[in-house]
């Protein structure tokens, strides 16, 4: 086995073993990575060309009920500031976004039951009798199967809900009290009902190892995602995982490279996360096949309070400048923004 022939391999078939995925996170030099990055280049190029689709991110709410030991939203979070958005917020944000020329808009959120389906169904419809053509992903965490269907049947094309971690222990580990077969069985609900459904994981997570990312990768491969959200896991202050270290970018490009070349249609983004830790990590993650950057549309007003991680980056950038400024920086990397809905094109109609 040497790791060139691995990556041929997952180039030219879109797959690999186990061993073989494992033999490669362990092996990988600076030069395999970047040959590994230029396969995945190449392969975004076959299927998406240069163009990075772009989503404007509206932050729902700050609650949740959830305790994850990783994230600043996490119920027992005491310093949180917890804010809710309404149905004119939300519609405020979509107007300015469409304005900008985004054409999907994400809502996501802690898990709130103030969001019930009857208020979700309303925001979900009122966006989508301004703007009909434009795609509205959800990423609210999990909710029951009818719960999606009705969501589902109000509007909404897409659903975020990253597994986090294929290891059951780990997951465990970090979600205490959640069963993983949940959040497994929640994406399967998601894909069944037919949105464009999408996983992802952290890199970095305290206590994993090459083989939970093994998991993390066929898990990928097996549910094959239309979208996946790979970034680094970063502490935040008031979390019992403080004092760990951030995940590493490298190790996050090699991740997202692999995923490239595992499903090469699959969108993926380069994330807030990843420019979190590094300045150039979003340039690093388009180039190792990333091809969705999500601009903050949030209010200025709650854009601190939605705290998952320590020093968020571009948390206070004004939109408009921001806009223009995302528009120049992809093009340095050699990509071009297309302003449409950026669907998986599986799911072009
Ligand atoms: N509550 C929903 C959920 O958990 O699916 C959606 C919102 S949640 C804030 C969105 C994502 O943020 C999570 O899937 C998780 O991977 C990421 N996240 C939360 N805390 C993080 C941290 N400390 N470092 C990196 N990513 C984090
Ligand atoms: Fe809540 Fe999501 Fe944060 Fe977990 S990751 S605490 S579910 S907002």
Not at 212 to 235: E, H, Q, R, T, Y
Not at 299 to 325: F, G, H, Q, T, W
């Amino acid at each position: 086995m040497n790791v060139k022939d691995i990556i041929n391999k997952l180039y030219e078939v879109n797959s690999a073993s186990k061993k073989e995925l494992l033999y490669l996170l362990d092996n990988i030099n600076e030069g395999e990575k970047d040959y590994l990055i230029s396969k995945a280049h190449d392969t975004r190029m076959k299927y998406y060309s240069n163009k990075v689709y772009l989503r404007g991110l509206i932050e729902l709410t700050s609650f949740c009920k959830k305790d994850c030991l990783y994230c600043g939203l996490r119920r027992s979070n005491k310093n949180a500031q917890r804010y809710r958005l309404d149905i004119d917020d939300v519609l405020e944000c979509v107007r300015k976004g469409d304005k900008l020329g985004y054409k999907t808009f994400v809502l996501q959120g802690g898990e709130d039951a103030y969001y019930s389906d009857e208020i979700m169904i309303n925001i979900i419809k009122a966006i989508k009798k301004e703007f009909p053509e434009n795609a509205i992903t959800l990423s609210l965490g999990e909710r029951s199967y009818e719960s999606y269907r009705n969501l589902f049947e109000a509007g909404a094309d897409r659903y975020l809900l990253r597994h986090e971690s294929a290891s059951k222990e780990l997951y465990e580990s970090i979600h205490p009290g959640e069963p993983f077969e949940e959040r497994f069985n929640c994406l399967k609900n998601l894909k069944e009902i037919g949105y464009q459904a999408g996983a992802g994981f952290m890199v970095g997570i305290p206590n994993q190892t090459n083989e939970d990312l093994v998991n993390d990768l066929i898990f990928v491969k097996k549910f094959a995602p239309a979208m996946c959200g790979i970034g680094p896991f970063i502490p935040h202050k008031d979390t019992p995982l403080k004092e760990y270290k951030h995940g590493s970018l490298e190790k996050t490009v090699i991740c997202l490279a692999i995923v490239r070349l595992l499903l090469p249609k699959v969108l993926l983004p380069a994330t807030t996360a990843l420019s979190s830790i590094d300045k150039n990590g979003r340039n690093a993650g388009l180039k190792a096949g990333g091809n969705v950057i999500m601009p903050n549309l949030s209010p200025m007003s709650v854009r601190k309070k939605y705290s998952l991680y320590n020093d968020k980056a571009y948390i206070l950038d004004e939109d408009a400048e921001y806009r223009k400024l995302i528009e120049e920086k992809v093009k340095e990397a050699g990509f071009e923004v297309e302003v449409n809905r950026g669907d998986n094109i599986d799911f072009i109609k």
